[in-house]
């Protein structure tokens, strides 16, 4: 399974580093830059409000489904009908709450039209997912990982179309922007459903209101779940906005400015949780150990996101500079907080993903609604005064936070054994890249230069600490399991 997993991840990565970059720097950022920082702003404390309730576009039928189909392949014709009308269903209550919240919290009458594409955007993203878990569940991972970038492969055209062409009569505004990302989930939704149609020589259509009830029930613990993640992930830009009066559009674009590359690398993190859900439900479905699998793939995340996190904080000056030119001095402080965050994120995709794995659904309840309270008291306390920096410092503890209870909760629950050899090796090789970029700091060098030296440090040093074994990885990379 550890080559399975290796050999997918390797060309899964490969696809997003040539797809995903090119949106955040390309597009997302260009876009930012022309529109105004108060306008980005704008749009992205109103993607924060249409996420809050995003779990009712799905109810965590999406997990339980992967998890379930995972496990049980034969049951994916008999689920998938009674699924997809549930979802459907799913999807009307989404936009009705989220229509009746938004006039709640008093959105002005120029953001309602962006506002309801942006939840008409939630639904379809959701049904991609939902389409998708069936795919990898499957074990079709080379499919899935084309169809994770489709989307975004499609925005890049439609609005490098508008931003770099005139081939368009219309004009660049949030609006616009917002629309040709609708009409890349359209599309991508449709290959998505064309495809599984064919892997599965088509898809009967049949419902029963009894099954359909008992699926709900089942994957509600799922709902609760991506509730409370979703809610102290992407509460801060709502809060921003809100707390802050007419500062708060500016703040919420300078949070979102060093966002951002948070954003585009934890996707990264995601496709380990992507690819493992799967494996790690068909492993413990036939009583199989998970321990190598999960460590091998908290050390690779590990190993990766240590110098990344690093470079970015002692360099964000340079790389909003590189992002945003003129405006190089916005969110700098911010991102050089808020980048700490993706340590915890990124441990949270491992080991939150065996948990959902092996059903461990109120444990995980209980270590969401934590991090929620804390993460709510913390911006309450600190948006009002340090603005959007509060809200960076927020985010990082509570992933952080949360990142601790899940692995130890993991170790606890499947008995892992204590590797004490493996936690020095990595505390030495933390030290280790934390001093190659801090006597590097006063060279007479160009940053990007500094940060190339400090990924071959830090890949010299996890293969001299033996934490990557390159002779594996290579057998591993080159022999997919597709």
Not at 220 to 242: C, G, H
């Amino acid at each position: 399974m550890q080559r399975k997993f290796f050999s997918n991840l390797f060309f899964l990565v490969l696809l997003n580093i040539l797809i995903k970059p090119f949106w955040v720097f390309g597009i997302d950022r260009v876009v930012q830059l022309q529109v105004g920082t108060a306008q980005y702003g704008l749009y992205f404390s109103l993607l924060g409000l249409s996420f809050l309730f995003n779990m009712l576009t799905d109810f965590g039928i999406t997990n339980f489904n992967n998890k379930t189909i995972a496990g049980s392949p034969e049951l994916l014709k008999s689920y998938f009908s009674h699924i997809l009308l549930l979802k459907l269903l799913l999807a009307f209550a989404y936009l009705l709450v989220s229509g009746i919240a938004a006039l709640l919290w008093g959105i002005s009458t120029v953001a309602v039209p962006i506002f309801a594409l942006l939840c008409l955007n939630q639904v379809l993203a959701s049904m991609i997912l939902f389409v998708r878990s069936n795919i990898s569940a499957l074990h079709h991972f080379v499919i899935d990982s084309i169809l994770s970038v489709l989307d975004k492969f499609l925005m890049i055209l439609f609005c490098g179309l508008l931003l770099y062409t005139r081939l368009l009569p219309f004009q660049l505004t949030i609006q616009a922007f917002v629309l040709a990302q609708t009409m890349a989930y359209v599309l991508s939704l449709s290959c998505s459903f064309l495809l599984l149609w064919m892997l599965t020589s088509g898809l009967r259509a049949s419902f029963r209101p009894a099954q359909a009830l008992r699926l709900l029930k089942q994957s509600a613990p799922y709902a609760l779940l991506i509730l409370l993640m979703t809610a102290y992930s992407k509460e801060d830009s709502v809060l921003i906005e809100k707390l802050l009066g007419d500062r708060g559009d500016f703040e919420a674009g300078v949070y979102a400015s060093a966002y951002r590359l948070l954003d585009v690398l934890s996707q990264f993190g995601f496709l380990f949780a992507a690819l493992l859900l799967p494996m790690f439900s068909r492993m413990l479905a036939r009583k199989q150990p998970v321990e190598e699998l999960t460590r091998s793939g908290f050390v690779v995340i590990f190993t990766g996101a240590l110098p990344l996190v690093l470079l970015l904080c002692f360099y964000s000056h340079e790389v909003m500079w590189l992002m945003n030119h003129h405006q190089h001095a916005i969110g700098q402080d911010v991102m050089a907080i808020l980048i700490f965050s993706l340590l915890g994120t990124v441990s949270g995709f491992i080991f939150g993903t065996l948990l959902t794995a092996a059903g461990k659904l109120k444990q995980l309840n209980i270590i969401a609604a934590g991090s929620l309270i804390l993460n709510l008291v913390l911006n309450l306390v600190l948006i009002p005064t340090l603005y959007a920096r509060g809200a960076a410092i927020a985010a990082v503890s509570t992933q952080l936070f949360s990142a601790i209870l899940l692995i130890a909760y993991s170790a606890y629950h499947f008995r892992f054994r204590w590797n004490f050899s493996l936690l020095l090796r990595l505390l030495v090789y933390s030290g280790l890249v934390f001093l190659v970029i801090w006597f590097t700091l006063p060279w007479a060098l160009d940053w990007k230069w500094k940060g190339a030296l400090l990924f071959l440090a830090s890949l010299g040093g996890a293969v001299l600490l033996r934490l990557v074994d390159y002779r594996k990885v290579i057998s591993l990379v080159s022999a997919p399991q597709f």
